[in-house]
């Protein structure tokens, strides 16, 4: 296990999911050092054109694009490097996930992609392990990395994990860890080496405001709700928010527990921050 203190200056990946109202300047000037990568979401009732335009114009290309026209003080801020999340439910063919995929690359100037599954699924749609097979076999692996979700918190996901990882995948962001079985998943995949050293294993983390927020967070998992609100460690979390005297100094907390504990492992190679809003606490854990 490695010291907590230490380790969140040496990750060589510092991701947030995107949104507009990130305090860009703070995140340029603040955090030392500053987050590497911008990771734009597959959320069609959020992700606006604006919102994609706001992101094309705050990260850095990673390939040529036109990157003429800037709003005022963006260009003296750090930009963050793009990532783009391609949903495989969206793509019945080959042909149409392969041109989306080098849209993407070349509209945004992307050198990774995070391939996710989706909630728009037919019969005939592509699963993410297929999506991640075509893609590893069509674009050029020295210059494209192909990512993949991995939701620990339920326990049948991590052979899922494994056959993304065979198809292509070099690089795997998790859920956020609520539950006892993500954090006992974790400690087996430390135990047996699971990731080779190859693969950038990294954890997301979830920045809940409130109860309401870590509730919005567990219903985004693939285990059933009774499942998980009977928990031991998802109980113990929401004893927090559930504290009489809960104030912004024990939501921080809380969120500064998962952080180190997730530095502690060895196998972790970055961190994901998803603070939906709470850029309060996304702030002080970068520093």
């Known amino acids: 296990m490695r010291s907590p203190s230490s380790a969140m200056g040496r ?28 990771i734009l979401p597959h959320l069609p009732s959020v992700v606006t054109a604006e919102t994609k335009a706001d992101f094309r114009l705050r990260t850095a290309p990673c390939v040529d694009v036109d990157t003429s026209v800037s ?13 783009m999340t ?3 439910s969206l793509f019945e063919n080959s042909a149409s996930l392969i041109g989306a995929a080098r849209e993407r690359i ?14 728009e699924r037919t019969e005939k749609s592509l699963t993410s392990t297929e999506a991640i097979n075509i893609l590893s076999e069509t674009l050029p692996t020295d210059t494209v990395s192909l990512f993949c979700a991995w939701d620990p918190n339920s326990p049948r996901d991590l052979d899922l994990v494994a056959k993304k990882i065979n198809a292509g995948a070099t690089g795997v962001i998790t859920q956020p860890l609520l539950t006892k079985s993500a954090w006992d998943q974790f400690d ?16 997301g983390m979830a920045l809940p405001k409130s109860k309401k927020n ?3 967070w567990s219903n985004l998992l693939k285990e059933p709700q009774d ?16 504290s009489p005297d809960f104030n912004k ?7 500064t527990e998962q952080r180190d504990r997730l530095l502690s492992y060895e196998i972790t190679r970055g961190l994901h921050f998803m603070p939906l809003g709470n850029n309060a606490d996304l702030l002080l854990l970068l520093r």
Not at 71 to 83: A, E, M, N, Q
Not at 106 to 113: C, F, N, S, V
Not at 227 to 242: G, P, Q, V, W, Y
Request: net charge negative; hydrophobic share 40%.
């Open 227 to 242: 499942t998980i609100h009977k928990d031991d460690e998802f109980i113990r979390s929401l004893r927090h928010f559930e």
């Open 106 to 119: 070349e509209a945004y100037g992307a050198d990774t992609l995070l391939i996710v599954g989706g909630n």
């Open 71 to 83: 709003p005022g003080g963006v260009t003296s801020f750090h930009k963050p490097r793009p990532i």
């Open 188 to 203: 087996m995949c430390q135990s047996e080496a699971v990731f080779g050293e190859k693969i950038m294993l990294i954890p």
């Open 214 to 216: 870590l509730m919005f």
């Open 249 to 255: 100094s024990i939501r921080h907390a809380w969120s």
């Open 86 to 88: 391609i949903a495989s």
């Open 11 to 38: 990750l060589t990946f510092r991701s947030i999911e995107f949104s507009s109202t990130l305090p860009f300047a703070d995140l340029a000037s603040g955090p030392s050092p500053p987050p590497t990568h911008f």
